[in-house]
Structure formats: structure tokens, C-alpha cells
């Protein structure tokens, strides 16, 4: 599934969050913190979630994730972030909301 990392997330009322919270940032730091289970993991493990930072982290806004990446992040996520962070990433991959895609400013859009 062709995923656009720089949505920005919706709250339960939806409105954008405070901090203009966008998918990829919350994807990527569910990879890069560390959850309860991760200290027992195995390496085979630990090494896909490096793997999906390095994917999530990179300079593309869209990526491609699988389902079986989609189902660890949406496992990482609730482990990681409160409910509502939760529900705004879990509202983008199942039900297909599309949460508010950020307008490129001038200057960005004359580069494209």
C-alpha cells in the first residue's frame, strides 16, 4: 500500500492536531522508541523495525508499506502514543480517511 507519510492527522473531532502532527512523524517514532516487548524481541525483530525507520525516515513523502509493516506500526503505535494519536493513524490505514494532506507553499510548488 502506497502510503503519503506527510498527512497530517486528524483528533476525534477532526481537527488537526496542535503541533500540525503529521503520519510520519508519529510512524517514525513508534520505530525509533522503545516498547515493553522490545527488551525480549528477537534480533530478527528488532531489525525490521530499524528497517521500517530507515524506510519512513528517509526524504520520500510516500512509501510503500505491506501489510505486515502496517500491522506492526499500528502494534507500535498503541503501545506507544495516547488514544486519540491511536485512532488518527488507525483511521488512516483502515477506514481510508484521508486526514488533511498539507498545501505545498510557493516555493515548493514552483520546485515541483
Known amino acids: 500500500m502506497k502510503v503519503n507519510l506527510e498527512v497530517l492527522l486528524l483528533d476525534a473531532k477532526g481537527k488537526e492536531f496542535n503541533d500540525k502532527g ?14 515493553p516487548a522490545d527488551a525480549q524481541a528477537p534480533l530478527e525483530q528488532k531489525l525490521k523495525v530499524h528497517r521500517l525507520a ?5 526524504e520520500e513523502r ?11 506500526l499500528k502494534e507500535r503505535v498503541s503501545m506507544l502514543f495516547p488514544i486519540v494519536v491511536v485512532g488518527a493513524v488507525v483511521d488512516v490505514f483502515e477506514s481510508g ?8 507553499d510557493s516555493a515548493e ?3 515541483a
Open 22 to 35: 503529521k503520519l510520519g512523524d508519529v510512524l517514525y517514532m513508534a520505530c525509533i522508541n522503545n516498547t
Open 54 to 58: 530507515k524506510k519512513i525516515g528517509s
Open 62 to 72: 510516500e512509501v510503500d508499506l505491506t501489510a505486515e509493516e502496517i500491522s506492526l
Open 109 to 111: 510548488a514552483k520546485k
Open 97 to 104: 480517511t484521508i486526514a488533511a494532506v498539507p498545501k505545498k
